[in-house]
């Protein structure tokens, strides 16, 4: 089976804090996906990869950067953290076809 | 934009009603489609996908697909108060990376 794990659950941090958000999928895939996740509005992308040390902007990429050292990992940053970024974050990964996306359990993510 | 559409609902059946859940998309060139299911504070699952015209069936799911009419739609047999759940259409862009999701339609189903 498809594993996508995530670093935490829940998550609590301050405003302006630095925070990393990380990724592992155990399935080789080449293509990783950051997506935020709020009442009413869906799923966003925020930032994808496609291979190693290589990123693309979603629809929503300010206030993040993304970091992909290995196939397997891939790292979400908030530099500095806002409330307005407080939201459920979901990983997800897909191989080069056609095929599905798998997720993440999430990280919900509060900033105070 | 490539966009997917979806009644945000929410849908309510009764116990062992058929749901019919409806999805458009406008991108033309899209080949594969998915279904997911996704409760509340989890994450999406993926419960159906289809790449060919005409109905799959598995288990008390059907996926329906019409490229023509850009339509894809997802029903589900014999309701149970466990398929409450927000369902999720994801369509596959034509040379694209990330699949574009709807934002979800919530159904209910009332024992």
């Known amino acids: 089976d498809v594993k996508v794990t995530q670093s935490s659950r829940y998550l609590v941090k301050r405003t302006g804090e630095k925070v990393f958000l990380e990724c592992v999928q155990d399935m080789d895939h080449e293509n990783m996906f950051w997506y935020r996740q709020d009442p009413g509005l869906g799923l966003r992308l925020i930032y994808f990869?496609?291979?190693?040390?290589?990123?693309e902007k979603g629809d929503i990429p300010e206030g993040y950067s993304v970091s992909r050292e290995k196939k397997e990992r891939f790292s979400l940053i908030l530099e500095s953290a806002s409330t307005n970024q407080t939201s459920m974050y979901l990983c997800?990964?897909?191989?080069?076809?056609?095929?599905?996306?798998?997720f993440g359990p999430g990280t919900r993510l509060t900033v105070l | 934009q490539k966009e997917v559409e979806q009644n945000s609902g929410p849908l309510s059946v009764p116990e062992g009603a058929i749901a019919s859940l409806n999805c458009t998309y406008s991108d033309r060139g899209s080949q594969s489609f998915f279904w997911y299911r996704q409760y509340s504070g989890k994450s999406p699952e993926l419960i159906m996908s289809i790449y060919s015209n005409g109905d799959k069936e598995d288990g008390r799911f059907t996926a329906q697909l019409n490229k023509a009419s850009q339509y894809v739609s997802l029903l589900i047999r014999d309701s149970q108060p466990s398929d409450s759940a927000t369902y999720l259409c994801?369509?596959?862009?034509?040379?694209?990376?990330?699949?574009?999701f709807g934002k979800g339609t919530s159904l209910l189903v009332t024992p």
């Open positions: 990869s496609y291979d190693v040390k290589m990123k």
């Open positions: 994801a369509v596959s862009p034509l040379g694209g990376y990330a699949l574009n």
């Open positions: 997800a990964s897909r191989t080069g076809g056609e095929d599905e996306q798998f």
